[in-house]
């Protein structure tokens, strides 16, 4: 994968394509990792859009975070700083999470001044090979409208899509 490849990629980094469905939640509409574990298992479908990571991005346009603590050696300290910088989920969903990560970097897709969905970096390790600089600039490649085109031929074309052929998305 061409992102990947471009962001230094790690075994333990994944990224996530988040598409809205116009009810207040997110779908995933592709995800990759190194580590099958993490790729293929989903723990769940559908993910509200005011909640965790997820609704930070949604809310204000991008979010990162890293240096988390190690939730295999002190998941209660781990759960705490991503209470103090109001990601958190419930204890009960982050406990379920079979990845935990310990950095962050996501920001809104847009199409033609909608927001459209997320695409979310997340790694095991506390930081990314690359520089948040690097991130940032990478957010406004070719590469980048490519992936927001796309979740609109998603939205419109797939018939697995639970909202094809409707135009979602907030406007900003």
């Not at 509200?48 to 300290?77: C, M, T």
């Not at 759960?79 to 419930?90: D, P, Q, Y």
Request: proline share 5%; hydrophobic share 35%.
């Amino acid at each position: 994968m061409m992102v990947t490849v471009e962001l230094k990629f790690q075994e333990t980094d994944r990224v996530s394509i988040y598409l809205h469905n116009g009810d207040n939640e997110f779908i995933i509409a592709a995800r990759y990792c190194r580590y099958v574990k993490w790729a293929k298992q989903i723990t769940r479908q559908i993910y509200p859009d005011d909640q965790g990571v997820l609704g930070r991005i949604w809310k204000n346009g991008s979010y990162a975070l890293d240096a988390l603590p190690d939730p295999d050696e002190n998941f209660l300290e781990y759960l705490a700083v991503l209470n103090r910088n109001s990601v958190a989920l419930s204890e009960e969903w982050q406990r379920k999470i079979r990845m935990k990560p310990r950095a962050y970097f996501g920001f809104k897709l847009m199409d033609d001044g909608y927001s459209k969905g997320i695409f979310l970096m997340e790694s095991a390790h506390p930081q990314f090979n690359v520089t948040q600089n690097e991130l940032n600039r990478w957010r406004n490649t070719s590469i980048v409208k490519m992936i927001e085109k796309a979740l609109v031929l998603f939205e419109i074309y797939s018939p697995s899509s639970p909202i094809g052929g409707k135009n979602y998305g907030d406007h900003p």
